[in-house]
């Protein structure tokens, strides 16, 4: 199983972005999956999952702001972020939990900044 996280970048403040995470060797539409963060100086975070059933959850911080969704005729999971703030700068990182275990992408940088 891989996973490969795209779409970061240099955005502004009050501005979008879409993260993009592409999995192999396995399929994602029955399985949990996650996106954390980690930002400069800080432990990784959890802040959004689906459940295959399409139970979405978010971490406050980010609740209203993010949205998790899967297309799974293209085994990519995404993150729809906006309004984003100075302080959602951090490497993002996808994961995706099967047979036991997480597997992760290898994290995108996004930074927020005027």
């Known amino acids: 199983v891989q996973l490969q996280a795209s779409g970061g970048g240099l955005a502004q403040p009050g501005g979008s972005q879409r993260l993009s995470c592409l999995a192999s060797?396995?399929?994602?539409?029955?399985?949990?999956v996650m996106w954390y963060r980690q930002a400069p100086g800080k432990q990784r975070e959890w802040i959004a999952k689906?459940?295959?059933?399409?139970?979405?959850d978010y971490t406050d911080a980010v609740k209203g702001r993010f949205a998790i969704s899967r297309a799974n005729a293209r085994n990519t999971v995404y993150l729809q972020m906006n309004s984003l703030k100075v302080e959602d700068t951090a490497v993002y990182f996808c994961?995706?939990?099967?047979?036991?275990?997480?597997?992760w992408g290898q994290g995108t940088q996004v930074t927020v900044s005027s």
């Open positions: 689906r459940q295959s059933n399409g139970f979405t």
């Open positions: 994961s995706l939990y099967y047979r036991g275990r997480d597997y």
């Open positions: 060797g396995t399929n994602i539409d029955d399985k949990p």
